[in-house]
C-alpha cells in the first residue's frame, strides 16, 4: 500500500477499526462534524449519493442502528432498501451467500449488515465484487461505526483524545462495543482501563494494550471517560457468567458515589439500551455529566461520513 493520503480512506470496506489507522480513523471524526452543520440545517438533505442504491441487511433487530444509518442513506439522498429476516427468504433456508449475491445482482452499491455471527461482514466482503460492506455489528467482534461515533462524542466533548484515560465497565468479553472502542481509543492515544466480573473479561484482552480491573473504584480512579456497557444476555447463551442482575449492580453498576473517584470533568457514556439500576443509576443516566444523546445525535454524522467516504466521497487506493 502507498502512503496514506490524508483525505482518502486506504480501505474499500468497514470491516471493523483494527485495521483503520490514526489517520483514516481522524478523517472519518473530521468529515462527521462537516455533516453535523448539515443535521442541524432547515432542509438535512445533500446530494452526495444520489444515485446510490444501498441496502440495510438486518439480521438481527435493532433501532438507534439500523435508522441512524437510514436516516444517513436518506440525508445524503441515496436509494434506501431495507431488509429484515422475518418475511425473507432467509427464513426459506437461503444462505448468507445466496442472499448477498442475490442482491448484488440487483445492481446494490454498498450492503450495511449487521449479523449474529462475528466475521459475516468479511465473508460478504469476500463473496461480492462490486459492493462496498459495512459492519454494524458482528456477533462479538465489532461494532465501527458505534466505536467512531463514541470517539467523536468524546472529542466535542473533553477535546483532543490522546492522554484521556477512558475506563470501560462491564460485559467486555461479548461486547462488539468494547472491542471496537478500545481499537479507536488505542490507536487514537487514549489510555483505556477495563473492569467487569472476571467472567466476563477475555484471557487475552491486555494483548489489546489495556489495564485490567476487577473493582470498579480501581478503573473509575482518574477517568476522563466512564464507559458503561450494556449486560450481553443473549450471547451467553444461557450459562450464568454472574450471580444475579442485583449483585452485578451492586459491584459493578455505576452511580454517583462511584463516580466521584472519576475526574471532576469526567462524562458518563453508555451505548443503549440501558438497564436502568444495573449498568446505569438513572440520576447518573440522566445527570449532567451524562452525554449518551449526544451519542445518538453523534451516530447520524458518524454513518453519514462513512457511507460519503466509502461510496465516492473521498479517491481510495487500492494498491
Not at 70 to 96: I, R
Request: net charge negative.
Amino acid at each position: 500500500m502507498t502512503e496514506e493520503n490524508p483525505y482518502q480512506l486506504n480501505h474499500r470496506h468497514l470491516l471493523g477499526l483494527e485495521d483503520y489507522s490514526r489517520q483514516e480513523i481522524r478523517l472519518i471524526l473530521d468529515t462527521a462534524d462537516s455533516f453535523k452543520e448539515v443535521i442541524q440545517r432547515p432542509i438535512r438533505k445533500v446530494p452526495a449519493l444520489r444515485g446510490k442504491n444501498i441496502v440495510n441487511l438486518f439480521f438481527e433487530s435493532s433501532t438507534r442502528t439500523r435508522l441512524s444509518f437510514e436516516l444517513a442513506e436518506k440525508q445524503l439522498s441515496a436509494d434506501t432498501l431495507n431488509f429484515t429476516t422475518s418475511g425473507s427468504s432467509v427464513s426459506k433456508g437461503e444462505t448468507l451467500s445466496d442472499t448477498a449475491r442475490n442482491i448484488e445482482a440487483m445492481q446494490v452499491d454498498c450492503v450495511v449488515v449487521r449479523h449474529s455471527a462475528a466475521g459475516a461482514p468479511l465473508f460478504l466482503s469476500q463473496c461480492l465484487s462490486n459492493a462496498v460492506i459495512i459492519n454494524a455489528g458482528d456477533g462479538a467482534h465489532e461494532h465501527p461505526t458505534q466505536g467512531l461515533l463514541d470517539l467523536l462524542t468524546i472529542r466535542d466533548t473533553l477535546g483532543d483524545i490522546e492522554g484521556l484515560r477512558v475506563a470501560i465497565i462491564g460485559d467486555i468479553a461479548h461486547s462488539r462495543v468494547a472491542r471496537s472502542n478500545i481499537w479507536g481509543l488505542c490507536k487514537m492515544g487514549a489510555e483505556v482501563a477495563i473492569c467487569g466480573p472476571p467472567t466476563m473479561i477475555p484471557i487475552d484482552i491486555e494483548d489489546m494494550g489495556v489495564e485490567v480491573h476487577y473493582h470498579v473504584e480501581d478503573a473509575i480512579r482518574d477517568a476522563d471517560v466512564v464507559y458503561a456497557l450494556r449486560i450481553q444476555l443473549e450471547r451467553q447463551q444461557g450459562v450464568g457468567l454472574f450471580p444475579s442482575i442485583r449483585e452485578y449492580a451492586r459491584l459493578f453498576g455505576i452511580n454517583t458515589e462511584r463516580m466521584s473517584h472519576a475526574k471532576p470533568g469526567a462524562i458518563v457514556m453508555h451505548p443503549g439500551p440501558i438497564n436502568r439500576g444495573v449498568e446505569l443509576d438513572s440520576d447518573v443516566a440522566d445527570g449532567k455529566r451524562s452525554v449518551i444523546l449526544d451519542q445518538v445525535t453523534n451516530g447520524v454524522a458518524v454513518r453519514m461520513a462513512v457511507l460519503y467516504l466509502l461510496n465516492g466521497g473521498g479517491e481510495r487506493d487500492d494498491g
